[in-house]
């Protein structure tokens, strides 16, 4: 990779990390997928099953993915001592913060909400750790263990890389040409297929081996791609392809999954959509936002902290909303806005003036 800065990754993540606002509002009303506040019935509607079950297909994938272009960068930057100790601090110090901090608040929520729990917080606060998988413990931050993980596992093989005479370099043009580029979806289905029935996960890593898989595969890639332009060219060229797969599968998967739940259809065609979701809005936002803006920089310096606080705001805010009569419509677009601007609020007062909270948050000055 050159040394110009490929701003479409940054915009990449900032939009990424914006809709796990919405994403895990409409979890509080579809009730598909692990949340801390739950409407009294789930709203079975298209609206809600799109939001959980369209971005659950690929949404993480994608972080996971320029993840994996991101440690490449920062290898060639720094030595691995260097970047071992970064990821650390970036990565490790702010899940140990959510675990003591933020989760009790939200796991008090859940028990409050779901579990009838009726003493107060600091009675609640030892139960957190008692019953860790009850109250989801690092919850949302599990992305910051298991990225901790692989990129301890990407050093070794950096280092592999970086003795031998490129052997990725061959692979790299191998999927250059034609329709090889689809190949790398074929493991992506197997480790679905064979995995995801019998592991479908809470995000435990240990015993969690489809997340772990799959998700690692698309960390390599990432890494892989910004070994060399091939990769991401062949993405390109194949892009309205991908845009065809990936929306069939998503059809399929959903329909599937609604009928068997999590069976080898619904995971095949989880394979095939989530590989063709990422590598078409690779593609896409290559080609449209490769460029700089104020509004990156902004979403680029704040997007950590709102990652690590919006699950506790947006679950108060429907804690509140959901003791109304308000339609779930209204409560959803009241707490999805809601959390952006108590956030805003809270970043510019609060988090960017505290030099605790910056650290945390992995705020520049």
């Known amino acids: 990779m050159n040394n110009n800065r490929e701003y479409y990754l940054d915009w990449i993540r900032v939009v990424v990390v914006l809709m796990l606002v919405p994403y895990h509002t409409a979890v509080s009303f579809s009730h598909i997928g692990k949340g801390y506040i739950y409407s009294p019935q789930p709203a079975d509607t298209i609206f809600y099953v799109l939001l959980s079950d369209f971005l659950n297909l690929w949404f993480m994938r994608m972080l996971f993915f320029i993840s994996g272009t991101a440690s490449l960068i920062a290898l060639n930057k720094r030595k ?11 990565l490790l110090i702010p899940l140990i913060f959510v675990i003591l901090v933020i989760g009790p608040c939200s796991g008090y929520l859940l028990a409050i909400n779901q579990y009838g729990f009726t003493g107060s917080f600091l009675q609640f606060y030892p139960l957190f750790f008692i019953e860790p998988a009850k109250y989801l413990f690092w919850a949302h931050m599990w992305f910051c ?3 901790l993980i692989f990129s301890f596992i990407i050093i070794p093989i950096h280092l592999l890389l970086k003795q031998k005479h490129d052997p990725l370099g061959n692979v790299s043009w191998f999927l250059s040409k034609g329709n090889h580029i689809l190949y790398p979806m074929v493991f992506i289905v197997l480790f679905e297929i ?3 029935p019998k592991y479908p996960g809470y995000q435990s890593f240990w015993g969690d081996w ?9 960390y390599f890639m990432g890494y892989f791609s910004g070994r060399d332009t091939c990769f991401i ?7 309205i392809t991908f845009l065809a797969i990936a ?8 329909y599937f999954k609604r009928i068997y739940s999590i069976s080898t259809l619904s995971s095949a065609f989880w394979g095939t959509g989530a590989y063709s979701w990422v590598m078409f809005f690779l593609a896409h936002i290559r080609k ?16 950590f902290s ?27 677009i009241i707490t999805t806005l809601g959390t952006y601007i108590v956030f805003y609020l809270l970043y510019e007062i609060i988090l960017k003036n505290v030099r605790v909270l910056r650290f945390i948050g992995g705020i520049k000055t």
């Open 247 to 254: 929306v069939v599968s998503t059809v399929l998967h959903i």
């Open 145 to 147: 263990l298991y990225l």
């Open 233 to 239: 060219v062949a993405i390109h060229k194949k892009r």
């Open 210 to 218: 489809a997340n772990v898989v799959v998700y690692f595969s698309f």
């Open 194 to 196: 064979l995995l995801r």
């Open 80 to 90: 691995e001592k260097e970047f071992m100790i970064n990821r650390l601090k970036r």
């Open 306 to 332: 709102l990652y690590i606080f919006h699950y506790f705001l947006l679950s108060l805010l429907n804690f509140v909303l959901l003791k109304t009569s308000l339609n779930h419509y209204f409560i959803w």
């Open 288 to 303: 449209y936002a490769n460029r700089d803006s104020r509004t990156l920089q902004y979403l680029s310096r704040s997007s």
